[in-house]
């Protein structure tokens, strides 16, 4: 009885691995599965002023140089996956710093990743820099020698800082501001 075991258990241990071989070279063969990946034309950042204690977000254009502070922030590429994918923004900027010699001196080239700031950051002495996200439109005007990805003329038509609000229904509701109490 105890031979017949052996027979049956070794013979289920071959077609397991038989099963496992398989799938192996089926997994080999369809490759890793890649989201994709889609180009934006505007980086937006957050920037820390640490003497006044200011937060002030700003729009970049892919390859537009901009300066906040003593700091000049220059992407060149910002990516983001679709929305039925898991959200991964990413960066890749160049920062330069102008010091009082009027100089300027390259302190960031890298990856910004807007999920994780505190640890892609620029962090100076007197200003931080981090990546919040990639956009399609702006509503901050392309320079004129722009030359990246294709700007979204529909990606801020519902933006009211674009120009444009959308239009509310008869049934809609309107935020109102709260009484005083």
């Not at 906040?68 to 920062?95: S, W």
């Not at 302190?107 to 919040?132: C, N, Q, R």
Request: hydrophobic share 40%.
């Amino acid at each position: 009885m105890q031979a017949a075991r052996k027979r049956v258990f070794a013979g289920a241990g071959s077609l397991g691995r038989t099963v496992l071989a398989g799938c192996a070279v089926a997994a080999v063969l369809a490759g890793p599965a890649r989201a994709e990946i889609i180009q934006n034309p505007v980086a937006e950042f957050s920037g820390l002023d640490k003497i006044t204690g200011r937060i002030i977000s700003f729009d970049v254009y892919i390859g537009e140089t901009v300066q906040f502070g003593a700091l000049q922030v220059t992407p060149r590429e910002c990516n983001t996956r679709p929305q039925t994918e898991t959200p991964k923004t990413t960066a890749f900027v160049e920062v330069d710093e102008i010091t009082l010699n009027n100089e300027v001196r390259r302190i960031f080239t890298g990856w910004m990743f807007a999920a994780s700031p505190g640890l892609h950051a620029v962090e100076h002495p007197v200003y931080d820099v981090w990546l919040t996200n990639c956009k399609q439109a702006s509503s901050v005007a392309p320079p004129d020698d722009y030359s990246g990805p294709p700007i979204s003329a529909e990606a801020g038509a519902g933006d009211p800082l674009a120009g444009t609000a959308p239009e509310l229904g008869a049934d809609a509701i309107t935020p109102r501001r709260k009484p005083p109490l």
